[in-house]
């Protein structure tokens, strides 16, 4: 299985918008965003399902929205009115497969 390749991430003051991709090797079916921050256990930040549906954590509904381009083999987590607490690895996991390596975000105040 190969794993996604995330890419996007970067320094952004507080109130900024970065967003994330996440390339695959196939049809994204389902994709899920996680994130870790330091001395943090990695957490579930956005869902979407094979039918479309979407799910957010609650610290990052209304800010974060997530989405695929099967043309391109891509997802993408679009994040705007960035808060320092956002800062993290982010992972993307592609139609339940394994993580990435991940790409940092980094929010300061």
């Known amino acids: 299985q190969v794993q996604p390749v995330e890419s996007g991430g970067g320094l952004v003051q507080a109130g900024g918008s970065l967003r994330l991709s996440c390339g695959a090797s196939r049809s994204i079916f389902s994709m899920d965003w996680y994130r870790q921050a330091p001395g943090k256990q990695r957490e579930l930040v956005a869902a979407?399902?094979?039918?479309?549906?979407?799910n957010y954590a609650d610290s990052v509904k209304g800010r974060f929205t997530i989405s695929r381009d099967n043309a391109k083999k891509t997802g993408y987590l679009q994040m705007s009115s960035l808060k320092p607490e956002d800062t993290g690895v982010y992972y993307c996991?592609?139609?339940?497969?394994?993580w990435g390596q991940g790409t940092q975000v980094t929010v300061s105040s």
């Open positions: 979407i399902t094979a039918g479309g549906s979407t």
């Open positions: 996991s592609v139609n339940f497969g394994s």
